[in-house]
């Protein structure tokens, strides 16, 4: 652990009284839907989603299909730089809880699942927009991820996160419109058919930079590849129902906010190149502002460089260069 970064971790259940406090990125998945006039319904019919989809795929045992639920906590990170008890909300993760009502026990889910960061924020939406702003061709900043790569990995090992959390994390996200995926013959029972990538997006190399490996399944009865992020073995490090609660918490965020991709009506084939254009899909019942989201990256990203990045500058410089993470 740091000598000198602290890490305290909070905890709050996602559920239909759910509200947002004001640390919270509001562009995350589970923030946004928690906003407006459909808030309630939005949750609501979110959680009920993914009890479907769990049951679904965890069908052994389970003939009526409602063996067991889905809690979900939000764990959020702040971090203390100097040690003065002066706080930046860091990292923003969601942790599944898996609720077996036949065998009445609860059962400690995967941390992880959504991953949102608001130096990530600034590392893409600011730095990463203003180092392309003249320039005739995309090209990436030096060092780009360096800092929030070692600062994820810092908390992963501290002290903090090792005494509340058995298991490293595994981040579930969207597949890239900007690659294609081959279908493979390897076949997992709970997370699918594997693809495989036809080249590394920035979105791999910024998480490789913070420890993380990406190994890309679709489950059965989906219509679109997954991409997972871990740590160790993604396949043996983790029992069935654990990886379950996984997929259905993040393929229902999936279907909402990429319906042209997760909602799609038809299944992806050996060769996949995905579409947030396509116009092939069904919409679900809950309400979603995607352009909102992007917009609000920006904004997020510029608070981080604010309140962050300017006033830690030569700290976080200093400390990152001597870094052996």
Request: hydrophobic share 35%; proline share 4%; glycine share 4%.
């Amino acid at each position: 652990m740091s000598k000198d970064f602290t890490y305290t971790i909070n905890s709050i259940f996602f559920d239909e009284n759910y509200r947002p406090s004001d640390g919270t990125r509001i562009t995350t998945n589970f923030a946004n839907l928690a906003r407006g006039e459909s808030r309630r319904e939005n949750l609501r019919n979110a959680l009920r989603m993914i009890d479907s989809r769990f049951n679904a795929l965890a069908n052994w045992d389970n003939i009526k299909r409602d063996r067991y639920s889905v809690e979900l906590e939000i764990i959020s990170v702040d971090i203390d730089i100097e040690g003065n008890g002066q706080h930046f909300p860091s990292i923003e993760m969601l942790k599944t809880n898996i609720i077996d009502h036949k065998a009445h026990k609860r059962i400690e889910g995967i941390v992880g699942n959504n991953f949102s960061s608001y130096v990530r924020d600034y590392d893409f939406s600011v730095l990463l927009l203003d180092h392309n702003k003249d320039l005739g061709a995309f090209s990436v900043p030096d060092g780009f991820g360096d800092l929030h790569g070692k600062l994820f990995k810092d908390f992963i090992a501290s002290d903090s996160y090792q005494e509340k959390f058995n298991k490293s994390p595994v981040i579930c996200l969207s597949v890239s419109d900007n690659k294609t995926y081959y279908r493979s013959e390897n076949y997992h029972p709970v997370l699918g058919v594997e693809y495989l990538p036809n080249e590394s997006s920035l979105t791999e190399q910024y998480f490789k930079k913070m420890g993380f490996e990406v190994r890309y399944f679709m489950p059965p009865n989906s219509v679109a590849p997954l991409a997972f992020y871990f740590f160790g073995d993604l396949l043996s490090d983790y029992t069935n129902i654990e990886l379950i609660g996984t997929i259905s918490t993040m393929e229902t965020f999936q279907k909402i906010y990429r319906p042209e991709i997760y909602n799609a009506n038809a299944v992806a084939g050996n060769h996949y190149r995905p579409d947030l254009k396509h116009p092939d899909y069904s919409l679900t019942q809950i309400v979603y502002d995607r352009e909102e989201r992007s917009q609000l990256a920006i904004k997020q990203g510029k608070f981080a460089e604010e309140y962050f990045i300017k006033p830690y500058r030569s700290v976080l410089e200093h400390w990152s260069e001597n870094s052996a993470l």
